[in-house]
């Protein structure tokens, strides 16, 4: 699958490796296809996340999507209904954390030494990841294109319910919007530029 991936995506792949390898943990996971997204600079993923202005939010994004991991992977709506009944997960977490340091929920979390290993689909992806870049295939198969680009990893990653969609929708990216742009032509060639 990974010929079939434009340079876009190529550099999206590779930097989800490298962004999960900075943050210490086994796996690459969604937030780090979403981090590496945010990396790029030139395709039609990079036009679209710039037309909806989620690149200059992009330190409150990473945050949001960090914090969603020291929660243990829980969205906000998990979040919210847990308070609902009358639990408060950020005191639960920062209890936690008090005992057994910092980031102590993260299931991915391992040594600061520790390297992403494996091929694309290996040990080295979450399921959650593998799912993405698989979607992403199905996406472009079924509009009959050849190639698997930035955009469709984009899109893959919005459509999966979760913390990661949930919170590209929080930041301007929702399913909907993303999808709008990504199929009416949102230039390819350089951030923000419309066709």
Sequence with gaps: MFERFTAEARAVVVGSVG???????????????????????????????????????RESLERELLGARRRAGLSRADAEALAGLGIDLTLIVDRVEHGHGAGALDPGRTARRAAVRGPLFGPGYSREAK???????????????REIGGHHLL?????????????????????????????????????????
């Design 155 to 195: 899109l893959a990653l919005t459509a999966h319910p979760g913390v990661v969609a949930e919170t590209l929708a929080d930041h301007g990216a929702g399913l909907e919007s993303v999808r709008r742009l990504v199929w009416a032509g949102v230039a390819g060639g350089g951030r923000g530029r419309a066709a």
């Design 19 to 57: 962004h999960a390898e900075r943050l210490g943990v086994r796996k690459v996971r969604e937030e780090h296809l979403a981090l590496a997204l945010l990396d790029g600079r030139t395709g039609r993923a990079a036009a679209v996340l710039a037309a909806l202005g989620v690149d200059r939010r």
């Design 131 to 145: 799912a993405v870049l698989k979607r992403a295939l199905r996406m472009a198969t079924e509009r009959r294109e």
